[in-house]
């Protein structure tokens, strides 16, 4: 699976599945899901702590912390996901409408 080919449906589709093969569904309130968010977002600075920039770029392409990031970039994604299917919103059209508002907000 990669980005160009995998759509927004696909993720939030796998991870509705995962989810009630482990019947979860009675945990995932949106209240609980953007919880569990902000805590992945913490995990995810983590490794970043301290660095420069230059220096979270050259994390990001060292094998051995790329995949602890990449796990953490999936934990949140995941969330993300979880959220729209619990909460109904349409991850396409708020990010869309959120482009066309930052546009006007900040005009180019």
């Known amino acids: 699976m990669a980005d160009a080919v995998t759509t927004v449906e696909a993720l939030k589709n796998a991870v509705a599945a995962f989810a009630s093969a482990r019947q979860w569904e009675s945990f995932h309130?949106?209240?609980?899901?953007?919880?569990?968010?902000?805590?992945?977002?913490?995990?995810?600075?983590?490794?970043?702590?301290?660095?420069?920039?230059?220096?979270?770029?050259?994390a990001c392409r060292n094998p051995a912390t790329r995949e602890a990031i990449a796990d953490e970039l999936a934990d949140c994604v995941n969330l993300l996901m979880l959220?729209?299917?619990?909460?109904?919103?349409?991850?396409?059209?708020?990010?869309?409408?959120?482009?066309?508002?930052?546009?006007?907000?900040?005009?180019?």
């Open 29 to 58: 309130t949106p209240k609980n899901i953007a919880m569990a968010l902000a805590c992945e977002v913490g995990e995810l600075l983590e490794p970043f702590r301290w660095l420069t920039g230059d220096e979270s770029y050259a």
């Open 83 to 108: 959220f729209s299917v619990h909460s109904g919103i349409d991850v396409s059209e708020a990010f869309f409408a959120k482009i066309a508002k930052n546009a006007v907000k900040y005009p180019g």
